[in-house]
């Protein structure tokens, strides 16, 4: 995603932006690529139930969705917002420290949500500066964004390898490393000075009074979209768990969710070429579509290749569906709009994370691997939400959809 028209580059961009934001990103992936697969595993040495572990994972989510806009409203308000990425990196650090000396559900549930808290601006303030670069200096945001996949790759393949000689144990040690490296990534994150709007982090303080937001093909789509993306929640909580018990290795398992992300990147690459040849609903349907398959052939008996296969469709199920959402808004709404879409678009995934997260602790326990049935009827609630913007859109500017929008 590169500067809309009508950006030009501009003088002043502070030395090796691109370098510096890319290694900046990088480092909470490398964090996410730990926790994302194997913090579960790590809860399950604790004796802990499926539905203990859904509370442990889904309380957070929800915490950091109100947190995450007020770390905003104050990183724009202090005018630097490499600031808020220090304290945020130190306090999160401070967490993973602290979870060395818990071991049972109560203490766990609270450090997890704390770090939940003070962990969740970093990579919205570090998305926002990357996006200040596009719009001031017109850096190709997918060519920065691209490093932090290629991170979380590397932490994924590193974790199940380290699992594999240390079982759930190497976690925690893991995650702090990973930590620490999110204050290193604060260290020497670019300054770019006060935002000339609103970061996307803070939009929801800020969402004007009459907005093409309210415009019912807009939320339709952001609704739509944001149910998707949450029906891959029973993926994130319980994948690793359960392909463990399949008898897949822990580099079997760091293989598979670099799959994912793999096929994720390969599409970025190519993403303006297909944008070029395919309209943008049309996309986001068949996204949505794709992720309905994906959880309906989940729960059958597959080999390593068959959820291989199914990793691969991530390019469809998520990064298919981001890429048109965030081009729509750019034709869909104003540019002193498009922080509040960011920051609607971010609250509303959020919310629906959290909740199908929370539920896929209830569905696992009861129903083991079929429970995906219910992150299908998820997806297929999304795509209904997007065929309904598709409709609304046709309505209200036929001419921009049948050009492409």
């Not at 597959?302 to 469809?316: E, P």
């Amino acid at each position: 995603m590169t500067a809309p028209s009508g950006f030009t580059v501009t003088s002043g961009a502070p030395p090796f932006f691109v370098a510096r934001i890319a290694l900046v990103f990088s480092a909470p992936m490398m964090v996410n690529g730990i926790a994302l697969p194997f913090f579960p595993v790590w809860l399950e040495t604790l004796s802990m139930s499926d539905f203990q572990i859904g509370i442990i994972l889904a309380v957070p989510m929800f915490v950091r969705v109100f947190t995450a806009p007020v770390a905003g409203v104050i990183a724009d308000r202090i005018g630097e917002r490499s600031i808020m990425l220090a304290w945020s990196a130190v306090m999160s650090l401070m967490t993973a420290i602290a979870l060395f000396a818990t071991g049972s559900f109560w203490p766990v549930l609270l450090l997890y949500t704390l770090q939940g808290a003070v962990y969740s601006p970093y990579v919205p303030i570090t998305e926002a500066i990357m996006l200040s670069g596009v719009r001031r200096w017109n850096f190709d945001y997918g060519r920065m964004r691209l490093w932090g996949s290629l991170a979380f790759i590397l932490a994924t393949m590193i974790g199940g390898w380290l699992a594999g000689l240390y079982g759930g144990s190497m976690v925690l040690p893991a995650m702090a490393v990973g930590f620490v490296l999110t204050v290193l990534g604060a260290v020497i994150a670019p300054r770019v000075g006060k935002p000339r709007r609103p970061s996307p982090i803070s939009a929801i303080a800020t969402m004007p009074t009459k907005s093409t937001l309210r415009q019912a093909d807009v939320q339709f789509m952001l609704i739509g979209a944001a149910l998707v993306n949450s029906s891959h929640a029973m993926l994130f909580a319980f994948s690793a768990i359960y392909w463990q018990k399949m008898g897949f290795s822990g580099v079997d398992v760091g293989i598979l969710w670099s799959a994912g992300v793999m096929a994720e990147i390969l599409f970025f690459l190519f993403a303006v070429q297909l944008r070029r040849r395919f309209n943008l609903w049309s996309m986001m349907i068949v996204g949505s579509c794709v992720a309905v398959l994906r959880w309906i052939l989940f729960p059958m008996d597959m080999s390593f290749a068959g959820y291989f296969v199914l990793q691969c469709l991530h390019a469809f199920t998520y990064a298919i569906i981001h890429m048109s959402v965030q081009s729509r808004l750019v034709e869909r709404v104003a540019e002193e709009q498009e922080a509040s879409a960011q920051g609607l678009y971010y609250f509303y995934t959020g919310i629906f994370t959290a909740i199908a997260t929370f539920l896929s602790g209830y569905a696992f326990n009861w129903y083991g691997v079929h429970g995906f049935y219910l992150m299908s009827c998820i997806a297929a609630a999304g795509l209904a939400c997007v065929v309904a913007g598709r409709v609304f859109a046709a309505r209200l500017q036929p001419q921009s959809v049948a050009s492409g929008g």
